[in-house]
């Protein structure tokens, strides 16, 4: 089943800054699985630099994030004022069909589809989108075989199979992206990852870093031999040596679980790559730097 998520709401779509806040909270609630894919990969022992001076999130202007020609429609309006928690920007879409909030990018760019076409989605999420005209026993089957393939474990590919935070489509853009690294060692250990993950949104993000690593191997911008976790995130080493870590993210502030990622000491010795979408506020940018990263900006990637 397609995943279509939809959030009623009957505010005033006009809304100013203070209400625009007074949703934080909850709001932070269904933030919770991108905050912990960040943080849950901080190393024991690095509080020494709690004294550091930290960001908080910041309200930023839908269009600062997204492009003019959709931030409104016939049909949805895309709220002036989004809140970011340090990692991912949280957006408010009134349509007329109700309110849909929406965390990072990507998702928003879901919803202005669902808002544009709803009662479509309602009729097509009664069945998942179907990569390649195959039927869900038939996509499920070839990818089955996919991971066979890549050695992955038996056991591993029944779970895989019947994760509950995995949809189909969920699912095959996932052996997608490993069939994209096809001389990477290790494919198996982000089978293992999401076969962890708990919520669709834990997944959509891991699907988000695979997709980086995927299009970066596919136009040639790296080789990629060797996939590693992260705590619970993606890591590829790529030919040169060279750790490529990617964080499908909207806009980045330095907040204290960001600098203790930044100064981790169990990577290694070999030159560290941050592979982000979105934007980073200075602060990460000269933090990361000083603590030896090359940081490049990549596109969103498509799905």
């Known amino acids: 089943m397609m995943d279509v998520i939809i959030t009623m709401n009957t505010t005033h779509p006009f809304t100013n800054v203070t209400t625009t806040l007074a949703r934080y909270a909850g709001m932070l609630a269904m933030a919770a699985p991108w905050i912990a894919m960040l943080e849950s990969i901080t190393p024991c022992g690095a509080q020494e630099n709690a004294a550091a001076a930290f960001e908080s999130g910041v309200l ?90 890549m050695g992955v474990a038996d056991a591993q590919i029944k779970r895989f199979q019947i994760q509950p935070a995995l949809s189909t489509t969920r699912r095959h853009r996932i052996v997608l992206a490993m069939e994209a690294m096809p001389k990477a060692n290790g494919r198996g250990e982000m089978i293992r990852l999401a076969n962890a993950c708990t919520t669709p949104e834990e997944e959509d993000f891991l699907i988000g870093a695979l997709a980086i690593l995927a299009e970066r191997q596919t136009t040639g911008a790296a080789d990629y031999i060797a996939l590693k976790v992260i705590g619970r995130l993606p890591g590829a080493t790529n030919a040169t040596g060279e750790l490529h870590v990617p964080a499908p993210v909207d806009h980045v502030t330095w907040t204290e679980g960001v600098a203790d990622f930044a100064r981790r000491d169990d990577l290694g010795a070999a030159p560290k790559v941050l592979l982000h979408t979105g934007t980073l506020s200075p602060a990460v940018s000269v933090g990361l730097t000083a603590a030896g990263w090359k940081i490049v900006a990549v596109a969103y990637p498509a799905h």
């Open 60 to 149: 930023l202007p839908a269009s600062d994030l997204l492009p003019a020609d959709l931030l409104q429609g016939s049909s949805y309006r895309v709220r002036d004022e989004v809140v970011t928690d340090g990692y991912m920007a949280h957006f408010q879409i009134d349509s007329d069909f109700g309110g849909f909030d929406a965390i990072g990018v990507p998702q928003a760019n879901r919803r202005i589809v669902e808002a544009q076409a709803i009662r479509k989605l309602v009729e097509t999420s009664k069945s998942d989108l179907f990569a390649e005209g195959m039927t869900q026993a038939e996509l499920a089957l070839r990818d089955k075989k996919s991971l066979a393939a």
